[in-house]
Nanobody, 120 residues
Framework: QVQLVESGGGLVQAGGSLRLSCAAS????????VDWHRQAPGQQREFVAR???????DYTDAVKGRFTISRDNTKRTVHLQMDSLKPEDTAVYYC??????????????WGQGTQVAVSS
């Protein structure tokens, strides 16, 4: 199973910015849809953004216009640029990808998560 490694979380004041990164070996992130999800304390994990292999993107309404998901194929990395952060964006952010392995079995992989905290 491919391992996803997230980085870039931290503490920021409201209105500030952070850039999260998700890295993986091989071309998994280039050839499959990649999601960012988040989980706030006491709440269920929720979808944040997706980038498809063709570069098209999708966002949950709460982050549209503030977050941007992108892919760097040369570095095999997916980024989540988060601007105009709000306290309600505070959560652990997870990278997620679903792909087929060499036997065409569907495999789901989550990163370990990176904490984002936004102070008011």
């Amino acid at each position: 199973q491919v391992q996803l490694v997230e980085s870039g979380g931290g503490l920021v004041q409201a209105g500030g910015s952070l850039r999260l990164s998700c890295a993986a070996s091989g071309r998994i992130l280039s050839f499959n849809p990649v999601d960012w999800h988040r989980q706030a304390p006491g709440q269920q994990r929720e979808f944040v953004a997706r980038i498809n292999p063709d570069g098209s993107t999708d966002y949950t309404d709460a982050v549209k216009g503030r977050f941007t998901i992108s892919r760097d194929n040369t570095k095999r990395t997916v980024h989540l640029q988060m601007d105009s952060l709000k306290p309600e964006d505070t959560a652990v952010y997870y990278c997620f990808v679903e792909y087929r392995d060499s036997t065409f079995r569907r495999v789901s992989s989550w990163g370990q998560g990176t904490q984002v905290a936004v102070s008011s």
